[in-house]
């Protein structure tokens, strides 16, 4: 396969585009001469998960707090990026910068839609932040040399909403989840207090509103007054902090829930786990859930965005607005030894079909398309 000299990658490390730019870039690193990263995160994100990971040819070169932040600096040095082959852009509000590098210096870009952003579920300054990338969508997508997306569901969404067509390129799993580790097990589970005869159901994600946590605290009522051996842990960080710790508090299950953020070792909480849900209003792929299966935890999702589509038949579905069914799904996997069982098994050879390898591969097929057909326009602009 022929080498792509340079590529400069534009992105956040923080949650789930975090741990796909992270895994990404180890695969794509080793048919790229040059990868250079700009990114947004905190930085306790970027210090504690990647900074000593990353392989030596990939470098970053800007690592701001804000997307906004990072927009500003790029305009400001943007002279530096006539040196690239390509570039790489996960946010649609990186347009205007997109935009003049390939107007200006005739360097084409990919957009990779992670998804269709929703202000209407934030507040305060991220939903202006939201509305900006909303708006942005359309237009970076019209202008990119091509466009990705990461789920049919994702694919179809964009074009209803705004006639783009893109290309699907799923996600893949990190080595590190794996589907047996006693000793981790064991280590997490006394750790958090939990007696090796309880049940741990597993929430992973931002406690945000359209991740719709709160209807996996009403159901969690449901759930104890049937079975008083099932425990709930939530590892994230959000804007719903306080409201989930006077939800719990309120309903009377403080004794039944622990939360957690900033955990090390992710995979390990995946190992202790009995359950995993993921209650999300919607979701353009939902990498957690191939994170639970790959650790061979069954899995509950809500029916809404790609999840159906990224589990298959390997896990439960629910409506995300009815808390008792989502109780009845839990007490339902619980009670059922053999369709427990079945549920590990199917899910740990669902998430073997996702692989980083085989997306690095996908886009390091259309990058080469890209740049070949942009040399091939400056040629005949050039002669002409």
């Given at each position: 396969m022929n080498r792509l000299v340079r590529l400069?990658?534009?992105s956040s490390m923080n949650g789930g585009i975090g741990t796909y730019t992270f895994n990404l870039l180890n695969e794509l690193s080793k048919f790229v001469d040059e990868i250079d990263l700009y990114v947004f995160s905190s930085p306790r994100n970027f210090n504690n998960a990647y900074a000593k990971k990353l392989p030596p040819n990939v470098k970053l070169k800007l690592n701001e707090n804000g997307s906004l932040h990072l927009l500003f600096k790029l305009m400001v040095s943007i002279g530096k990026f006539r040196r690239y082959d390509i570039l790489h852009i996960n946010y649609a509000s990186f347009f205007p910068f997109a935009l003049f590098v390939k107007l200006i210096w005739h360097i084409p870009y990919i957009y990779v839609c992670h998804g269709c952003p929703q202000p209407e579920y934030e507040k305060g300054l991220s939903k202006l932040y939201y509305y900006i990338e909303a708006f942005s969508v359309m237009p970076i997508s019209k202008w990119a040399s091509r466009c990705i997306n990461?789920?049919?569901?994702?694919?179809?969404?964009?074009?209803?909403?705004?006639k783009v067509l893109s290309e699907v390129i799923y996600h893949g799993i990190s080595g590190e989840f794996h589907e047996t580790n006693r000793i981790a097990r064991d280590s997490i589970r006394e750790k958090l207090c939990i007696e090796s005869t309880d049940y741990l159901v597993l929430f992973v994600?931002?406690?945000?509103r359209y991740k719709n946590i709160l209807t996996l605290l009403d159901s969690i009522p449901y759930v104890i007054a049937n079975r008083n051996d099932v425990k709930f842990l939530l590892i994230g960080e959000g804007e719903l902090y306080d409201e989930i710790i006077d939800?719990?508090?309120?309903?009377?299950?403080a004794e039944y829930v622990i939360i957690k953020s900033n955990v090390e070792q992710i995979c390990n909480y995946y190992l202790a786990s009995d359950l995993f849900v993921l209650p999300s209003y919607t979701e353009t792929f939902g990498l957690v859930l191939l994170e639970a299966m790959a650790s061979k935890v069954p899995v509950i999702a809500s029916c809404g965005g790609a999840c159906p589509e990224v589990l298959g038949d390997s896990g439960l579905l629910f409506d995300p607005k009815d808390s008792e069914?989502?109780?009845?799904?839990?007490?339902?996997?619980?009670t059922n030894k053999q369709l427990y069982e079945q549920m590990q098994?199917?899910?740990?050879?669902?998430?073997?079909?996702?692989?980083?390898?085989?997306?690095?591969?996908h886009y390091l097929n259309i990058y080469y398309l890209v740049t070949l057909d942009n040399l091939t326009k400056n040629e005949w602009k050039n002669r002409h």
């Amino acid at each position: 396969m022929n080498r792509l000299v340079r590529l400069a990658f534009i992105s956040s490390m923080n949650g789930g585009i975090g741990t796909y730019t992270f895994n990404l870039l180890n695969e794509l690193s080793k048919f790229v001469d040059e990868i250079d990263l700009y990114v947004f995160s905190s930085p306790r994100n970027f210090n504690n998960a990647y900074a000593k990971k990353l392989p030596p040819n990939v470098k970053l070169k800007l690592n701001e707090n804000g997307s906004l932040h990072l927009l500003f600096k790029l305009m400001v040095s943007i002279g530096k990026f006539r040196r690239y082959d390509i570039l790489h852009i996960n946010y649609a509000s990186f347009f205007p910068f997109a935009l003049f590098v390939k107007l200006i210096w005739h360097i084409p870009y990919i957009y990779v839609c992670h998804g269709c952003p929703q202000p209407e579920y934030e507040k305060g300054l991220s939903k202006l932040y939201y509305y900006i990338e909303a708006f942005s969508v359309m237009p970076i997508s019209k202008w990119a040399s091509r466009c990705i997306n990461i789920s049919n569901y994702g694919k179809n969404l964009l074009f209803n909403r705004h006639k783009v067509l893109s290309e699907v390129i799923y996600h893949g799993i990190s080595g590190e989840f794996h589907e047996t580790n006693r000793i981790a097990r064991d280590s997490i589970r006394e750790k958090l207090c939990i007696e090796s005869t309880d049940y741990l159901v597993l929430f992973v994600g931002k406690f945000s509103r359209y991740k719709n946590i709160l209807t996996l605290l009403d159901s969690i009522p449901y759930v104890i007054a049937n079975r008083n051996d099932v425990k709930f842990l939530l590892i994230g960080e959000g804007e719903l902090y306080d409201e989930i710790i006077d939800t719990i508090k309120n309903i009377g299950v403080a004794e039944y829930v622990i939360i957690k953020s900033n955990v090390e070792q992710i995979c390990n909480y995946y190992l202790a786990s009995d359950l995993f849900v993921l209650p999300s209003y919607t979701e353009t792929f939902g990498l957690v859930l191939l994170e639970a299966m790959a650790s061979k935890v069954p899995v509950i999702a809500s029916c809404g965005g790609a999840c159906p589509e990224v589990l298959g038949d390997s896990g439960l579905l629910f409506d995300p607005k009815d808390s008792e069914e989502l109780a009845c799904c839990i007490l339902k996997l619980i009670t059922n030894k053999q369709l427990y069982e079945q549920m590990q098994l199917r899910g740990l050879q669902r998430a073997k079909q996702f692989s980083w390898k085989k997306a690095a591969k996908h886009y390091l097929n259309i990058y080469y398309l890209v740049t070949l057909d942009n040399l091939t326009k400056n040629e005949w602009k050039n002669r002409h």
